[in-house]
């Protein structure tokens, strides 16, 4: 018959595991922090975006240890932030505007000045061009 083997793999200890558990608390308090640091980043750069901020960088300027997020985890205050930093530092803004800030085109193509518009200078300037290119 066989006889019982000891187990190879020995308990662990009272101080091994609390010492697991220490260092585990750690991570989870580590990961936390950090999830929360990327809520308030989101939280504040999508407010950024709504107050017309033109780069997104400025948002390192916010002092992060002070803002706090309320139970269902949101920025609290978010909008009243932005808006005392929209007064501080007011280059970092742009005019609001729900559309694109690309310029429309123009109503009608643009032309060439007739030689009956221009000034002396500008015929004999417009005239030397034209001589050069051929």
Known sequence: MTEPQDDPKEEPTIEELRAETASLQRQLQEVTETARARVIRAELKAEAVRAGMIDLDGLKLLDA???KLNSDGEVEGASAIMAKFKRDKPWL???LSSSSRA?????EPPRQKRASEMSPDEYRAARAELLRRR
């Open 93 to 95: 803004f742009g005019a």
């Open 65 to 67: 240890g002070t803002i």
């Open 103 to 107: 310029t429309p085109p123009a109503a």
